[in-house]
């Protein structure tokens, strides 16, 4: 690997390097250095991971190198007879030895938002020439934990209590074993080890990888972590972070602002308050059960252990808690809620006897209290401290400080904000433990204790005289407003133009639809119907003509809810489908993976025409994953994501930054935080396609608002200079084409290299891995674009004045599968709703007749009326005609029609059930589909299915409807099978 000089500091690299990343090097040097906080932007695409891993170790390295001669140095003088100057020379440099020594090596702390980010960092570092540093990952027990009882535990609080009541008592087998397996050569070895291989290797050497991790880190030269083991006081005491001298660099730091603030935050509500009442009740009485007449007792499990706390101690605490209560229910709360200054929360907790003074022995008890109910599994009581660790949460976040200076920035940067809030009450035992079920409504207040102010995070890491604080992201700017929020010196600044070129990128603003209604997300206009339709017809165009894959971002998940019901009411939705299948973000997590495993499968299947992503802005879409190449050919940002008007939270934020802006001018004002919080995150989705030097894409901004100076001026730096405002669809619809075909023409291929076995692709983002030539290798699933004399690229983009005529996607459908696209075949369709929508447009009118320009025309000319969902009417089998052909099917196989099994894909599954069944009957299937997913009714369900399969030629198709049942349905449902299938 080539060796760069950049500021006196070697630094290998994969191959040269280019300028940005050169520029970039240099600032990260420059900051360590001079000792001084950096904020670097730098766009995604141009290998800002492998830059910031490569220039920070490199100057590591050397570092090191100087401070171990320096000692050797100095050790020398010692015992050496020189004299004059050069003893006088070595005797200052042995001064600067003990100094040096006295603050001590420094270390690297890298942290992201995610482990997924993490991981793919880590991965950067083994391919780098620095791989062979010590390394090492922390992370959380959830994660790591591999002791059969605690791993079971589905409660984390309780996960941590158990763990470490076990480790205090030396009776957790793993843990035992980390001392003498921590220098075992898979624990030591050259490899580095991320979390996965952590658990790997302890799973193999039976030692704990969670406490295994911490040993490696005393050790480790750089230290891989999440945003919150820095900047949450209690985790960064919690997992033994030490920040004196070291270095801290926070990656993807658009979201550290957010995270300083919540971090800082909480809220408690009276019915936990309540909830603590009833928990020391509960030990009060089991204390006194156990006790049998003594006054106190050692609560520990080891007798030998000294006690924990005494009768007097609860009962302290309970009269705490029930003066803290009545002090919360005295407090006049008006109809919005009523808010108070930061130090309120001080004079609120006094009322209960919780100052300055006892503060740390409240919070001891209770942590004991909570460790006491965690381990009592004999109790019937099950909350198991629950309401106590709230609180104890909520003292450690209030007295994180206790001097007159930290209490004054509470004031500035903190507010206290009590509302009431009405929540139903079920109920359903009286008094007498008798069934009794009611419903009624409880009122709670609830204490919002919110910081404003992310630099009262950021100071506390000044404080603890950390060496330096890189901040750096793809999407920071403008950056003077954000110096000015983080409120720390920012001594080198950097803001990197991208690698790409004007070929490469096309950035459209759309201010109106195909039938020239505005496009305009506002709140005012968001139930417009002609608006919402004129949306899904500018969508339904650009899927025409976009190849592969077509991102769409939409402000939230309810206004993405709303379209897509009024889309597929009026046929966009199925219109759309047919050119390119839908997947849905969905708002599970344990769904995400197999959803967006799908849509990448469907990218590299060279029988379609790619797929559309519909997902939301700040969701998991719009944020470290990667669309290269041919997976995100196209953004489409269909409206602005500003945070809720009236929320509480942004009222009072603006406030702040208001009262802020009248003492110093620099600060933000209200409405400018407030836009800056819509078009970061439209900035941040926009960064999921341009991934590399070679990519190429499209970004489509669907609202007139974007023509705003003021907005434009917010989006990221690199792409200003791109943006034009389109005049008439049309002629942008046939720009959008050449586009595609110029650059298709001429920039190459993607070279492709297949994932490794234990990769995924939901956790890469932009990597900025490329060969010694500058030739990108992105870590996608992708197809492969042959550009043999049979399947001649060219066909696919015309020359310009015939691209509607001949526009046509069928060079993909008869590209050559590659070995790669072999070797991942796509995975079977997972969500029933998308199968039956695959299967109607499986079923449709081929349009390869119609010309792109003719649809176009008609998308203009239906400008007042509604698209109709067009469907090939397949003639039905007779329903006596199919039963009598499946029983003699039977009849030959010699088995019966109970033994049959449904078809594995779900598509298939659909077809048989099409087929099967009459016109009318899988209407009703289909409604009956559509109500499940919508109000999870599942005993109307079930009647709809077996009124239509509850016989014996179609109970296996009946039995195959178990995979689409919601999970706590399914228990019921197998039930029922057993028992039906007897009598069928």
């Keep these: 690997m080539p060796e760069v000089m950049i500021c006196g500091i070697p630094v290998n690299f994969p191959f040269e390097p280019y300028e940005v990343q050169k520029a970039y090097m240099e600032r990260v040097i420059e900051s360590l250095q001079n000792s001084t906080n950096a904020l670097l932007e730098s766009p995604t695409g141009t290998g800002k991971t492998l830059s910031l891993l490569c220039s920070s170790l490199a100057w590591l390295l050397v570092k090191k190198a100087q401070l171990q001669m320096n000692a050797q140095v100095g050790n020398f003088s010692e015992h050496s007879n020189f004299s004059g100057a050069l003893k006088d020379n070595l005797k200052a440099g042995a001064g600067k030895a003990k100094e040096s020594a006295s603050w001590g090596m420094p270390k690297i702390i890298y942290s992201s938002r995610t482990h997924s980010q993490l991981t793919q960092a880590m991965q950067e570092l083994k391919r780098s020439s620095y791989r062979h540093v010590k390394a090492t990952v922390l992370g959380s027990r959830d994660q790591m934990c591999i002791h059969p009882e605690v791993s079971k535990e589905t409660n984390n609080m309780n996960k941590v209590h158990m763990c470490q009541l076990r480790v205090k008592s030396r009776n957790c087998y793993f843990y035992n074993n980390v001392e003498s397996k921590k220098d075992d050569r898979s624990v030591k070895g050259d490899d580095i080890l991320d979390i996965e291989d952590l658990v790997t290797v302890g799973k193999k050497l039976k030692c704990c990888p969670y406490y295994l991790s911490k040993e490696l880190k005393q050790d480790a030269d750089i230290i891989f972590m999440p945003y919150n083991y820095i900047l949450d006081p209690k985790s960064r005491k919690a997992n033994g972070v030490e920040l004196l001298n070291n270095i801290i660099i926070l990656d993807e730091a658009h979201n550290v602002e957010k995270m300083c603030e919540e971090s800082a935050s909480l809220q408690i509500r009276t019915t936990d308050v309540a909830l603590c009442i009833d928990e020391i009740t509960h030990v009060m009485r089991s204390f006194g059960e156990a006790a049998a007449g003594e006054e106190q007792m050692d609560m520990t499990v080891d007798n030998s252990q000294p006690k924990d706390f005494t009768c007097d101690d609860l009962c302290v605490l309970k009269e705490m808690m029930l003066a803290l209560e009545k002090a919360i229910d005295e407090i006049t709360v008006g109809s919005e809620g009523t808010t108070y200054p930061g130090g309120f929360i001080f004079e609120l907790l006094s009322k209960a006897e919780i100052k300055d003074h006892n503060q740390m022995a409240v919070i001891t008890l209770i942590e004991n209290l909570i460790q006491y109910l965690s381990m009592d599994g004999a109790s019937p009581f099950q909350r198991k401290g629950v309401g106590l660790q709230k609180f104890v949460d909520l003292l450690n976040v209030v007295f994180s400080g206790t001097s007159h200076a930290y209490k004054e920035r509470v004031k500035m940067c903190y507010k206290v904000h009590i509302h009431i809030e009405d929540k139903k009450n079920n109920r359903k035992t009286d008094s007498w433990g008798a069934l009794k079920t009611t419903t009624s409504k409880i009122s709670e207040r609830v204490i919002s204790y919110w910081c404003f102010s992310p630099g009262f995070g950021m100071k506390q890491l000044i404080e603890q005289n950390v060496r330096s604080i890189i901040l750096t992201s793809g999407t920071l700017a403008p950056l003077k407003p954000l110096t000015s929020e983080l409120g720390i010196p920012i001594g080198v600044q950097l803001e990197n133009p991208h690698i790409v070129k004007s070929n490469q990128i096309c950035v459209k603003i759309m201010g109106q639809g195909p039938d020239g209604v505005q496009l305009n997300s506002n709140y005012q206009n968001r139930d417009n119907p002609k608006y919402i339709s004129s949306l899904g017809r500018t969508i339904l165009s650009f899927s025409r003509v976009v190849p592969d894959g077509l ?272 070797e991942f075949k796509p995975s079977a369709t997972k969500d029933l709703f998308t199968a039956i929508d695959q299967n109607e447009s499986q079923q449709s009118q081929s349009p390869s007749l119609v010309t792109i320009h003719k649809r176009v025309a008609e998308d203009v000319s239906v400008a007042n009326n509604l698209v109709k969902k067009k469907r090939l009417k397949i003639k039905p089998f007779g329903f006596e005609e199919n039963l009598n052909a499946e029983s003699s099917k039977s009849d030959e196989a010699g088995s019966s029609a109970l033994e049959k099994v449904p078809p594995a894909s779900l598509i298939d599954f659909v077809k048989e059930i099409k087929v099967l069944l009459q016109a009318d009957q899988y209407k009703e299937f289909q409604l009956s589909i559509s109500a499940y997913k919508k109000n999870g009714d599942y005993d109307v369900f079930l009647k709809v299915l077996s009124n239509l399969f509850e016989n014996s030629k179609l109970f296996y198709l009946f039995k195959g409807m178990k995979r689409f049942l919601k999970e706590d349905h399914k228990v019921t449902f197998q039930e029922y099978c057993d028992k039906v299938n007897i009598n069928v």
Excluded at 698 to 725: E, G, M
Excluded at 755 to 780: C, I, Q, R, W
């Design 551 to 822: 991102l769409v971002f939409f402000p939230s998940y309810p206004i993405m809810t709303k379209c897509q019901e009024m889309w597929q009411n009026e046929g966009i939705w199925s219109s759309i489908n047919n050119i390119k299948p839908i997947f849905v973000e969905p708002q599970r997590k344990d769904t995400f993976n197999a959803i967006i495993s799908d849509y990448y499968s469907k990218i590299s299947d060279p029988n379609t025409r790619g797929a559309c992503f519909m997902a939301v802005c700040r969701g998991k879409v719009s944020e470290g994953l990667d669309f290269a190449d041919m997976n995100g050919r196209a953004v489409i940002i269909t409206g602005l994501p500003f945070p809720p008007l009236k929320d509480p939270r942004i009222v009072l934020k603006k406030k702040y930054l208001e009262e802020l802006r009248v003492k110093d001018k620099q600060y933000l004002s209200g409405d400018e935080w407030y836009s800056l919080e819509a078009t970061r995150a439209v900035n941040q989705a926009i960064g999921r396609v341009i991934r590399h030097q070679n990519d190429y894409g499209a970004i489509l901004l669907c609202d007139t608002r974007f023509n705003s100076p003021k907005l434009k001026n917010q989006l990221s730096a690199w792409l200003r200079d791109h943006i034009n405002v389109s005049n008439k669809f049309g002629e942008t619809v046939s720009e959008i084409c050449r586009f595609f075909k110029n650059a298709e023409a001429a920039l190459p291929a993607p070279r492709l290299k297949p994932l490794l076995p234990n990769e995924s692709h939901s956790g890469y983002k932009d990597s900025g891995l490329m060969n010694a030539t500058g030739v990108t290798f992105p870590v996608t699933k992708s197809r492969l674009v042959s550009k043999s004399s049979n399947n001649k690229s060219v066909s696919q983009y015309p020359n310009s004045n015939e691209v509607y005529a001949d526009f046509s996607m069928d060079f993909y459908k008869n590209a050559k599968k590659s070995a790669y696209v072999n």
